[in-house]
């Protein structure tokens, strides 16, 4: 669809940072519920962390405490700060956009990335 483009992956050692960007220049950012989902290899789609428009935040038990979602409702950008990185979190990371937190955790999504690939190495 193209309504979402991330950025932002990349190879990093294990212990290192990394930040994802999703920017959304065509829908009208603010109201929706923002997300970042990850699918590694021979698994399912996970849920990471999401931020509704009232900037609440929700945060996947693995990644609590390392990775922190941020919005930026007037460049239509959602980020994704990842630190402390593990071998685990290697995955493609999608960003996904749609009305509420609940569309989000039931993977209901309207509008999904094209993802980016994040490779952590031991």
């Known amino acids: 669809q193209g309504y979402l483009v991330e950025s932002g992956g990349g190879l990093v050692q294990a212990g290192g940072s990394l930040t994802l960007s999703c920017a959304a220049p065509?829908?009208?950012?603010?109201?929706?519920?923002m997300g970042w989902f990850r699918q590694a290899p021979g698994k399912q789609r996970e849920l990471v962390a999401l931020?509704?428009?009232?900037?609440?935040?929700e945060y996947a038990d693995f990644v609590k405490g390392r990775f922190t979602i941020s919005r930026d409702n007037a460049n239509n950008t959602v980020y994704l700060q990842m630190s402390s990185l593990k071998p685990e979190d290697t995955a493609v990371y999608y960003c996904?956009?749609?009305?509420?937190?609940?569309?989000?955790?039931?993977?209901?999504?309207?509008?999904w990335g094209q993802g980016t690939q994040v490779t952590v190495s031991s």
């Open positions: 996904a956009a749609d009305a509420t937190a609940d569309r989000l955790q039931s993977l209901e999504v309207n509008f």
């Open positions: 065509e829908l009208t950012f603010r109201w929706y519920t």
């Open positions: 931020v509704d428009s009232s900037e609440d935040k």
